[in-house]
């Protein structure tokens, strides 16, 4: 199946009050006081699959959320808020395989925005000023500052196929098998009995022998285009990583300018 990578489209917010955890689901977190407890109740209601590296992490990320609510105090509207808000953002960063950090950090922003100023339908007054600085903090702090990671293990791998075909060259004839031993005695008896044997002063007409393709001709051909493919991959590849370094080395010095600062990243 072909695989297209697309920039994903910028999302719309909305509210998302009980969109993910109902008001019966948010009774059972609060119920749940253990760990595993807490961590079956959220595998159950937000649907987290623990078949590997993704789930596991997912899940932690869903626990840090619940701890962190229950450290700030926040009730079960504010909660369910914020498991949905983690829930979306998560989802729009492994959506692709591309850098869309600034994309993630700006929709979590209108979607906290979309809770705390009041205009409905559109807004709810749910969280106030103080609370979604603290929100924004531990976002920063726990998912942005760990988005490569979160990327790496939860967005499928990339891998790229290539079919060569090569025009102009014909295929070299296919090797015949060796005549058996005993084909060649068969062979040589009918000869001998058949066929009279020509006189010596007769001169036999000569027939012209085919022309052969070149052996090997192809099999090189064929090895100078894979030594030249890959010699073209490992720069791709090179130029890639250093791509790839010089964003996350723009990232943390975004990050670190941030906390210096005692403020949120700007948005995109």
Known sequence: ??????????????????????????????????????????????????????????????????????????????????????????????????????????????????????RPPFSVDLLKSHQVTRILEHVNNTYIRNYTLYKYLCTPQVRLDLALSYGGTADPLPAEDPPSPDREKELGETEAVGSPQAPQNQETPQTPRPVEAAPGSRAALRQVVQQTLSEELQRVSAQLDQSLRESSEQLNSRLSQASSQGRAPPQA
């Open 1 to 118: 199946m072909d695989t297209i990578i697309k920039i994903p489209e910028p999302l719309k917010p909305r509210v998302v009050l009980w969109a993910d955890a109902g008001y019966s689901d948010m009774c059972d977190i609060d119920e749940a006081q253990s760990i595993p407890d807490l961590e079956r109740v959220l595998c159950r209601v937000l649907q987290v699959e623990l078949r590997g590296p993704p789930g596991e992490v997912l899940l932690a990320l869903y626990l840090q959320t619940v701890q962190f609510c229950r450290r700030s105090d926040f009730s079960r509207e504010q909660t369910s808020v914020l498991l949905s808000v983690m829930k979306r953002v998560h989802q729009l960063n492994t959506g692709t395989s591309l850098n869309n950090v600034e994309q993630c950090w700006a929709y979590c922003t209108e979607l906290l925005l979309c809770h705390s100023v009041r």
